[in-house]
């Protein structure tokens, strides 16, 4: 698991920057009532996703909550006043808080499904009668761009897909919420390079080849032989649910 206090200082530059912001946020507003005044995004790293929101709806007053330090800090000089440190699956807000709430790259990487059953509970919890939660889900799967290093990692060992779309349509109507569409989009920047695979192998991006594993360094000299070291392979094309409360 990556370090999201020292990710803090690279995590736009290494993930698309503005560009993928900019598809996300046009994404999530795309599933957000037009009647809404209030958006919670939960998990809202440096905040780059959260301000694109704030200034795609006027009117709509939008706050961020994210656990790690150092992305809150980034996130609070994006929207000075709007931002909070905060758990997930404790969110420090009344029930019915908020008109629509968001989690962009949030559950894939809670842990196990009870942190993401709590995540999505607290998230339908601080929802108003008539509100919007929006998540992203199976985000692992939308790396699977059909690539050559796609092939290469297609025998690594398996880890749980704990943001499957039916597990997570599974928790919301658990906690009271009904399915309300879906959109996708673009991660654009974030195909793929092996020379860039490898360095993210290295730093603990995949869960179950730990760096300095022998199993893991297999892998990258299998990654480090395919031709065109440096040339991205296809963007990933992410999905988001919506889900609304009666």
Known sequence: MLDYDKEAERYDASRGGEPRAEAAAR???????RQA?????????????????????????????DLAPAMARYAAARLPG???????????????EFDAVSSVWLLHLAGGAENVRAIVGECA????????????????????????????????PPSTA?????????????????PAGQARFTGQGQGR????TVAD???????????????AERFAARLAALPDQERPRPDPVFTLRAFARP
């Open 27 to 33: 994404a999530v507003l795309s599933l957000v009532p």
């Open 37 to 65: 005044r209030s958006l919670l995004d939960v998990a809202c790293g440096t905040g780059i996703v959260t301000r694109r929101l704030a200034a795609g709806r006027d009117g709509m007053r939008v706050t961020g909550a």
């Open 82 to 96: 709007a931002v909070v440190l905060a758990d997930s699956r404790r969110l420090p807000f009344r029930d019915g």
């Open 125 to 156: 919890r601080v929802l108003r009668p008539g509100g919007v939660y929006v998540t992203t889900v199976d985000k692992g799967a939308s790396h699977n761009v059909g690539s050559d290093i796609d092939a290469v990692l297609a025998s690594r």
């Open 162 to 178: 704990h943001d499957a779309a039916a597990l997570v349509e599974s928790y919301a109507r658990d906690h009271g919420l009904n």
């Open 193 to 196: 390079s092996p020379r860039r």
């Open 201 to 215: 192998l290295r730093r603990g991006w995949f869960v179950t080849l730990p760096p300095g594993d022998p199993l």
